[in-house]
């Protein structure tokens, strides 16, 4: 599998042949439509001055909260057309998570990636349907998962007539309320030919606390990236809030939205010396 081909795949994708990695990134939640314009519209600043090639992210709803009270989204059909919007008036892809099979085909009308979380990425039927709405298909590769095992979700989205997969490393369970990234899992599952993605802010949450809301680290966002390009990940996925203390979801391990022109930057010099030994 070409890796280009499948980032081609990509409606309105920029900046493919700049040898950059690409970007997904945005709020963990669709919570407004001025959050939600105001961080594309920002993020689209920034990754066209630097040449990279950026898919916006948002969830249209979170499913996986651990207490019922928790926020969930504003609806689902009001946060989808936001982001349809955001894609036709920035001319931007978009991506978002689905949880059911009903939920990929209801996305697919409104968004060019659809992506599984990682604590679905072994639900066969979700793949599959994820798999029969043509568009590419981002699959994070689940806390309990070994690298190697992920091969067997992106052949379960392949058989079904899809090979345009993304599979996205975000972390490994380390006991109860911790996660570690290995980075041997980036050339691991670089070995199935499709893209690689390291997801940094999700690889800092601290899941599971007692209080019911998860803990982060967003300090440590530098230091995972600049690991994750220089193992030469494929792609780099930073969920990002103009106020993460204010956010409704995983403001805890989020980029606060004026720190993340500075931190690409660093990541691009760094790519362009990474390349240079892999001529």
Do not use: W
């Amino acid at each position: 599998m070409d890796k280009t081909a499948v980032l081609q795949k990509i409606e309105n994708l920029k900046y493919l042949d700049t040898n950059n990695f690409f970007l997904f990134a945005g709020p963990c939640v669709v919570e407004s439509e001025k959050i939600a314009f105001e961080t594309a519209e920002r993020i689209l600043e920034i990754t066209d001055k630097l040449k990279i090639p950026f898919v916006y992210k948002s969830s249209y709803r979170k499913a996986n909260r651990q207490r019922i009270d928790s926020f969930t989204g504003i609806g689902d059909q009001k946060a989808l057309k936001i982001l349809q919007s955001i894609a036709e008036i920035y001319e931007i892809p978009v991506v978002t998570d689905i949880h059911s099979e009903d939920d990929a085909f209801m996305a697919a009308q409104y968004v060019d990636v659809i992506q599984i979380p990682a604590f679905l990425c072994r639900q066969t039927e979700l793949l599959i349907a994820a798999a029969k709405t043509g568009r590419v298909v981002n699959i994070k590769k689940g806390q309990f998962v070994a690298p190697e095992s992920m091969k067997y979700a992106a052949e379960k989205v392949a058989q079904s007539g899809n090979p345009n997969i993304i599979l996205t490393e975000r972390g490994s369970m380390f006991g109860y309320y911790d996660l570690v990234v290995d980075y041997r899992s980036i050339i691991e599952m670089q070995k199935t030919g499709y893209p690689v993605m390291l997801d940094i802010t999700h690889s800092l949450q601290q899941p599971n606390l007692p209080g019911g809301v998860s803990g982060g680290r967003p300090e440590l966002i530098e230091t995972i990236a600049r690991a994750g390009i220089a193992v030469g990940v494929d792609g780099i996925f930073i969920e990002t809030h103009p106020n993460p203390a204010e956010a409704l979801s995983d403001g805890a391990n989020m980029l606060r939205l004026d720190l993340l022109e500075p931190l690409l930057e660093k990541l691009v010099m760094l790519r362009q010396v990474v390349n240079k030994f892999e001529k």
